[in-house]
């Protein structure tokens, strides 16, 4: 579905001014056998490169296309399977965690960047693993989990280095462990491992000196002629780009923004148009209420937070404010770009309020199973309305 659904052709006039069309760099850039900016998602070009080298080798094709899209597809899969793993790992229902990894899978940012050419989607798969672990070492002191930890953030970080803002995260049920110290010694084994793979690729694949290697890490360069304006700067924390930021990651990362002009005079836009906003109330509204009742049921004491919950809930909540923050400071002109950063522990916090809900509710009461249904029904038929009016413009 990833693969077919979005023509890489297309260019929405928002979507072009938001993305400053980073598909088609990207694909250019590979045509062009350039490794720019390669050592801000190094694993990510090298595993396109090789699969480009199969296709050519067996003859299948020589479409740089085919091989991006394909990996996007790939991994926007993987991503799923992972997040359904981590939520049966929370020992929720496991209808709860196949509904909730649908509704990741058909949100937008999601949805958008599996189906498209860029390097957020194999970052948010190999920072699931990264959630797992997590949870694992929460759930259990096992030092071998400690490892795993280790190797899961050197694993994402070589995806995309913004995924260092994971590490802080290992912190916490460092902190909650007995054997502090040692737990920590355990998990720097897999990052230092992870920063000796980087180098080695960087030698090895790249061609660039040890002593250069650290330059060739923290340069940024630019993508455009003219000068970048208003990235990393302290200014930014302001509360207009604050609440752009917030709109992009709290809404657009769900619902895909309306207000383009392809076709619009067409009855099939106008119409679709009025559907999808009724659709995206619907969902605002279904999402609210859940998280409504929830806090209600968590002041009478009819859910209980305690235990791993607790935890779990820290770290994914630190890991949004963490997120939003960064991103904030660096680039709030292109917010939605972001967005697949924090998409899963965002699903994944309310897929634990919803447990909760549900699992608090009497069976005598409104049956949860249809609010849930006409939930997913919201979210995903306004993003398709949204990829057939605005993506395939037709009359």
């Known amino acids: 579905m990833y693969y077919f659904s979005i023509k890489f052709s297309f260019i929405p006039v928002r979507y072009l001014e938001i993305f400053g069309n980073d598909h088609q760099w990207i694909v250019l850039q590979s045509k062009l056998s350039s490794s720019r900016h390669h050592q801000h998602h190094l694993l990510y070009h090298i595993i396109v490169r090789q699969v480009r080298a199969l296709l050519w080798i067996n003859s299948i094709t020589r479409d740089p296309i085919f091989a991006f899209k394909i990996v996007s597809a790939f991994f926007g899969a993987s991503g799923l399977v992972l997040f359904y793993f981590c939520m049966v790992k929370l020992a929720l229902n496991q209808g709860i965690a196949q509904f909730f990894t649908l509704m990741l899978g058909l949100s937008a940012s999601y949805f958008f960047f599996s189906a498209t050419v860029d390097t957020y989607i194999p970052a948010v798969a190999a920072s699931i693993v990264v959630m797992i672990c997590l949870i694992n070492c929460l759930t259990s002191e096992k030092q071998s989990n400690y490892v795993y930890l280790g190797f899961a953030l050197g694993l994402a970080v070589l995806f995309r280095l913004d995924n260092v803002l994971l590490v802080p995260l290992a912190f916490i049920p460092i902190i909650l462990s007995r054997k502090k110290l040692l737990n920590c010694a355990y998990c720097s084994i897999g990052l230092i491992v992870g920063a000796l793979a980087y180098v080695v690729l960087a030698k090895y694949i790249y061609h660039i000196n040890y002593v250069d290697i650290f330059d060739w890490v923290i340069s940024l360069g630019s993508r ?172």
């Open 224 to 395: 455009v002629d003219k000068e970048e304006k208003g990235l990393a700067e302290l200014a930014n924390f302001n509360l207009v780009d604050f609440m752009a930021v917030i709109k992009s990651h709290f809404l657009h990362s769900f619902i895909f923004e309306s207000g383009y002009r392809i076709n619009g005079d067409s009855a099939a836009y106008v119409y679709g148009a009025i559907v999808k906003k009724v659709l995206t109330i619907c969902f605002i509204a279904i999402t609210l209420s859940v998280i409504a009742l929830f806090a209600v049921k968590v002041a009478r004491n009819s859910i209980k937070i305690t235990g791993i919950y607790r935890n779990v809930i820290l770290i994914l909540i630190c890991w949004i404010v963490v997120r939003i923050s960064f991103y904030l400071w660096f680039n709030p002109v292109e917010p939605f770009v972001f967005t697949p950063s924090t998409i899963a522990p965002i699903w994944a916090l309310i897929a634990l309020m919803t447990a909760g809900v549900f699992e608090s509710s009497p069976p005598s009461r409104f049956n949860f199973r249809y609010l849930l249904w006409f939930w997913l029904i919201s979210l995903g038929s306004s993003n398709f309305i949204f990829v057939l009016a605005e993506l395939y413009k037709f009359d």
